[in-house]
């Protein structure tokens, strides 16, 4: 089978519409204020001076990423041709569950830029101890360097009460030159969809990182589509029909402008014909392509949210996965007490009933929940109704796959109980 000859790819350079692919400045789409901003910020490394702290922030898929790797990949050669290392050390915070392993993985990706041992165990040391084989390998082989840490708000740490560990990471980073720990010039660049995480950073670290910010817009259907277009030479010149690039934009607008999602879809499509032996890309692959990306991007989507969104979600899914009654719908109510059952057993902070209803109903936009008004009768009030539009099972499977939720994991039947007497108590009322 795999000597077979079949009619060959449609694709002349995948790589390109790879989303993470660092492209070259004449395919950048509508982000000239926000390259010309993050080019004099790290102009001042060329000139041997300290750049500022950055803080990139706006919706998924904006092109904050795309940027500063552009920009980066630029200051290394130019740095290289000088005979200056520039060192570009870019981790993504999102599986990172706590400081330790923010900095163990920091250690491993300069380790492996360099050709290095990555010198210290991934569990068994201090962190302090993995600081310090850090700023030595930084010292060794770089004369510059920036760090930067994407999706920086979802490094929370395990405990909600304490310091953010963000916090605590933006704080020694961002002074490891003052204090002499790196010996070169040392900028970070934090980037996330919620510059709201500021509010919670400690006060010695807000003094210390002092971001210039950099804000991305969402993207409009017209720049959507310059942007297809610009990578259109990924594929075969015969291989895209005329509809492809319209219809993709235009599935991608519906997203909030997301560029990633887009590049996503038209690979996807690309895809899909070559694994049917198709040598061209028409419509029906780009909307099979889209429809195989919403069967999954739900769960998805469930990874992204925050420590308090996670525990509303798996507490709604709860109710409708465990009750005895026919239908998912889940009354507000119950699921708001079996929520606060969750919060006490995984002790975490507790919101008010109005955060957790807001919250919930704040996933009917990624198409996770379906939410109605309901009246409980003359007198009785009113209360949100939520219904999953997928099964709720799977949800709880992968909220439960954050190690901070991981304490609810085997209480099942417990659950279950809880649930069911909610349940009982509400339609009794």
């Not at 999602?261 to 040598?279: N, Q, S, T, V, W």
């Not at 957790?356 to 009113?382: A, N, W």
Request: some cysteine.
């Amino acid at each position: 089978m795999l000597n077979e000859e079949g009619n060959g790819s449609v694709f002349v350079n995948r790589d390109l519409v790879e989303p993470d692919t660092i492209i070259d400045e004449e395919r950048i789409v509508g982000r000239d204020d926000q390259l010309e901003s993050v080019v004099s910020f790290l102009k001042p490394t060329l000139q041997a001076n300290r750049p500022p702290n950055m803080l990139l922030y706006g919706p998924a898929g904006t092109g904050k990423s795309l940027i500063i790797g552009a920009v980066t990949q630029q200051i290394v050669e130019l740095c290289k041709s000088k005979g200056e290392s520039f060192g570009v050390v870019d981790i993504n915070c999102q599986p990172i569950n706590t400081l330790d392993q923010a900095v163990y993985e920091l250690v491993q990706t300069v380790a492996k830029d360099v050709g290095a041992e990555v010198g210290v165990p991934e569990t068994g040391v201090s962190t302090k101890r993995k600081y310090r084989r850090l700023y030595e390998l930084i010292n060794e082989h770089y004369d510059s360097v920036i760090f930067i840490l994407d999706e920086i708000d979802l490094l929370v740490g395990r405990r909600a009460n304490d310091e953010p560990a963000y916090s605590k990471l933006l704080y020694q980073l961002s002074r490891a030159s003052n204090t002499n720990e790196i010996e070169g010039r040392v900028s970070v660049a934090a980037l996330t969809n919620d510059p709201k995480f500021m509010e919670d950073i400690d006060g010695r670290a807000e003094s210390s990182f002092n971001p210039r910010d950099v804000y991305f817009p969402d993207y409009d259907a017209n720049q959507l589509r310059e942007i297809l277009q610009n990578r259109r030479d990924a594929f075969r010149p015969d291989a895209l029909s005329d509809d492809v690039i319209p219809l993709v934009a235009a599935f991608a607008a519906q997203s909030h402008g997301d560029a990633r999602k887009a590049i996503d879809l038209f690979r996807g499509a690309g895809d899909l014909a070559d694994e049917r032996g198709e040598d061209s890309v028409d419509e029906h692959h780009v909307r099979e392509s889209q429809e195989e990306i919403d069967k999954d991007r739900s769960l998805k989507l469930v990874e992204g949210l925050t420590t308090q969104k996670k525990i509303s979600l798996y507490a709604t899914a709860a109710v409708a996965h465990y009750s005895k009654r026919s239908g998912s719908s889940v009354p507000s109510p119950v699921g708001f007490k079996v929520y606060q059952w969750v919060t006490d057993e995984l002790d975490a902070d507790q919101m008010t009933r109005e955060t957790y209803v807001k919250y919930v109903k704040e996933l009917s936009t990624y198409g996770l929940i379906s939410t109605s008004r309901k009246s409980r009768g003359r007198g009785g009030g009113m209360y949100m109704e939520f219904t999953f539009t997928g099964d709720p099972t799977g949800i709880m499977d992968r909220v439960t796959d954050d190690t901070r939720l991981e304490g609810i994991v085997g209480q099942g039947e417990l659950l279950r109980t809880v649930v069911n007497a909610q349940l009982k108590e509400f339609h009794q009322d």
